[in-house]
């Protein structure tokens, strides 16, 4: 793709933010498109926090499903086939695949799947 279609591409979408996110758009829209130079050492900084943000939240979300369904979320990482650990564990994806739109494979890999 080239230069003037990304450009395009972005400015069609900075007409849908808000000016007070414009800031963090560019600096996520840095991260996400793909060029050749390497990242700098605040757009590092930014991943890093947007990996443990997910990882954060990720954990949250399975202390609450694992509360509810009244297991330990150890369990989840484990390869039983248990009606309660399963059926927690299929609640845990739709939620997190549906709130974050993390690929499933990642998802898999993950809880060892």
């Not at 007409?15 to 007070?20: F, H, K, L, R, V």
């Not at 954060?56 to 509360?67: G, I, N, P, Y």
Request: glycine share 2%.
């Amino acid at each position: 793709m080239n230069t003037r279609a990304i450009r395009a591409i972005k400015n069609e979408i900075i007409d849908m933010i808000p000016p007070t996110h414009y800031k963090r758009f560019n600096q996520l829209w840095e991260l996400v498109v793909p060029n050749s130079k390497q990242l700098s050492s605040e757009q590092e900084e930014i991943k890093k926090e947007i990996t443990n943000e997910r990882d954060k939240f990720w954990l949250c979300v399975e202390d609450k499903v694992c509360s509810q369904m009244g297991i330990n979320s150890v369990e989840l990482y484990n390869k039983t086939r248990v009606r309660e650990v399963t059926q927690s564990r299929q609640i845990l994806w739709w939620i997190i695949y549906n709130t974050s739109r993390v690929s499933l494979q990642a998802l898999g890999k993950r809880y060892y799947k």
